[in-house]
């Protein structure tokens, strides 16, 4: 299915879903049960969330394989969110956002796009091209830190 994925905007009724998705993604990674609840807030999308900022599914014969959301951060922008259904990982779908994602965040004029990233996929996004520039605290974990992985949208991509 890798090369028929289509990236489309998403739709404000699909925000539950994608919501959903979010957090089946983020317990592939092996969390358990209370940490997955303290993330909840931050990995929910609302109906508002999806009109107001980019948002962005992949789709394959009407399955949604994953998404990503894009939030301004300071003067840059922010891939806020990229997850990926857990029965499609490693399969390019994330690769196909990602690159999405910086296609996007490029046209918009932004020069560079930050990625606070989970420890378990930083290595994805380093093998992107993304350059770890600092650690930043947690906000769902006291004592978490996070990497803080920049892109930079100068050069062609």
Known sequence: MKNEWVVRPARAEEAQGISELALRSKAA???DAEFLDRCRPSLTLTPDDIRSH???VAEAEGV?????????RGSELE????????A??????????L???LEHTKRLGYERMLVESDPWAEGFYLHAGGVRIREVASTVQQGRFLPLIAFDLKAPL
């Not at 891939?79 to 857990?86: A, H, R, T, V």
């Open 54 to 56: 980019p948002v962005f």
């Open 64 to 72: 949604v394989g994953g998404f990503y959301s894009l939030r301004r």
């Open 88 to 97: 499609r990982m490693r399969q390019g779908v994330g690769s196909i956002l």
């Open 99 to 101: 690159e999405h994602a």
């Open 29 to 31: 990674w092996g969390y």
């Open 79 to 86: 891939l806020d969110n990229l997850f990926i259904e857990p």
